[in-house]
């Protein structure tokens, strides 16, 4: 066969040219060949939770503060993940790649502030500057970004107290009321609150459990090493994965590490393990190995390495927090790490709506246009383009409400990646709606990352295919200067 393929073999006729929302997407070529130990994450990777929760912690949140909040309900599509909150401002806002505000997409309370006002606010620019942006776990001065699908309900509740608060002309402190709502909504976790309500009703609260045992009981059966390391109690683990799984889950995993206190899990040398009888009590014994079968408290990632030799990318760990869980595997410790993101499904099928793809397609085409006719400045070529700026601006907004109203996707700004979608980049080398997505996949499958070209490799713009087509208008203005 001739070595230049025909388009016909790669692609086949009808082929369908949507995304799959069940696949898994590759920032980072890894091959699963590689892979021997597969480590998970609990809250949001093994057990995945109906909408109602974020409902209860928001309005647990809100009557452990005062009781005249109560005339608030949680609005679950108010906010999205990512987001980051400017606590001297008051200002939840979405921030791209390049640290700037998308205008449109910065709130005080529940109402948007005019883009005139963060444009001052911010001394004359929609840039934020590095020194306050969060740190590398999202914690910044002034400045915090909510990564954890269950800061959804405290972002809301920060909105919907500061919106009492101005509606009813109360002047308020910034900072005590960040900790203030900080406090409550890690009440809602720290006093088990949360634990009890999933406890008592799995059926409403965990979803997609059969899913859970399907992926775990597969990788099994293949002869990989499975292990858990999750900040949650081993009460809550048990009976939830006794759910998911059956009353014998732990056969399934070579190790149990609860309450594990991620992210200094994998920073602090210091904790050692702790082990637990199967009541959930401590022992008192030393760890000298860690034992398939056994549940273990605390701990750090040294003494995990140290005991079990799992190192490099024969590890792959799965988590939803970019920051807790996958930041440090990452950068520090050379696991590949694979990035739970259920926001991934219904983002993608917004994608694959036609209304979606005319739009994209039209506000590309206008941008094309306003980039190459931009030298024509005559007064009728300045009225066009005014016109195509504006209904630029208009499928820019109308795209940005088919994800979200109030802050868009939480992947793109208007035309750049998020800072979200730069952290996910840079943390997980492959990212999925579920883990239920490994069941799509052989074991030994590679994952390529598509070759999205740089801006110098693939003009956007038929202009510029060629220079011999590249003009320089100006050249001949220029001349004299010689």
Not at 2 to 7: A, E, G, H, I, M
Not at 159 to 170: L, M
């Amino acid at each position: 066969m001739n070595t230049v393929l025909q388009s016909n073999y790669l692609l086949p006729p009808g082929v369908c040219n949507l995304l799959n929302p069940a696949a898994i997407y590759a920032n980072n070529e890894i091959s699963l060949r590689d892979v021997e130990i597969y480590g998970f994450d609990y809250d949001y990777t093994l057990a995945q939770y109906s909408n109602l929760l974020h409902s209860m912690i928001f309005n647990t949140a809100r009557d452990l503060l005062i009781e005249q909040y109560k005339k608030y309900d949680y609005l679950p599509g108010f906010a999205i993940r990512g987001l980051h909150y400017d606590v001297q401002k008051s200002l939840l806002m979405k921030i791209d790649a390049f640290h700037y505000v998308q205008l449109g997409t910065a709130y005080r309370g529940l109402k948007p502030v005019p883009d005139e006002e963060v444009i001052e606010l911010y001394g004359g620019t929609q840039h934020i500057p590095l020194y306050q942006m969060s740190d590398f776990y999202g914690k910044g001065p002034s400045i915090k970004q909510f990564m954890d699908i269950f800061s959804l309900p405290e972002m809301t509740l920060l909105s919907s107290v500061i919106d009492y608060f101005i509606n009813h002309g109360i002047e308020f402190d910034q900072v005590h009321l960040y900790k203030d709502i900080s406090d409550a909504i890690k009440d809602v976790h720290v006093k088990g609150m949360m634990y009890k309500w999933i406890e008592k009703d799995m059926e409403k609260y965990i979803l997609h459990g059969d899913e859970t045992y399907a992926v775990l009981n597969r990788l099994v059966n293949l002869n990989k090493k499975l292990f858990l390391i999750t900040n949650s109690p081993f009460s809550f683990v048990d009976k939830g994965m006794k759910h998911m799984v059956g009353k014998n889950w732990r056969d399934l995993f070579d190790m149990v590490i609860v309450q594990a206190d991620k992210p200094t899990f994998f920073t602090d040398r210091r904790k050692p393990f702790r082990k637990l009888d199967d009541k959930g009590s401590l022992q008192w014994d030393k760890i000298n190995k860690l034992e398939k079968g056994k549940i273990y408290k605390q701990g750090n990632l040294f003494d995990f390495l140290r005991l079990t030799g799992w190192r490099g990318s024969k590890v792959l760990y799965f988590g939803d927090h970019l920051y807790s869980d996958l930041a440090d595997l990452m950068l520090r410790h050379g696991w590949r790490t694979g990035a739970i993101v259920p926001e991934l499904e219904p983002e993608i099928r917004i994608i694959n709506t036609e209304q979606y793809m005319h739009s994209l397609t039209w506000q590309q085409a206008l941008t094309g246009l306003l980039e190459r006719m931009q030298m024509y400045q005559d007064a009728e070529s300045k009225q066009v383009l005014l016109e195509w700026m504006q209904e630029r601006q208009e499928i820019r907004s109308l795209t940005k409400n088919l994800f979200n109203p109030q802050f868009g996707s939480i992947f793109r700004t208007f035309h750049n990646p998020t800072y979200f979608s730069r952290r996910l980049i840079r943390f997980s080398d492959i990212y999925m709606a579920s883990i239920s997505c490994l069941l799509n996949y052989d074991v030994n499958f590679t994952f390529f990352p598509r070759r999205t070209p740089l801006q110098h490799e693939a003009p956007l713009w038929m202009d510029q295919l060629c220079t011999g087509c590249m003009k320089t208008p100006f050249l001949e203005e220029m001349v004299h200067i010689r």
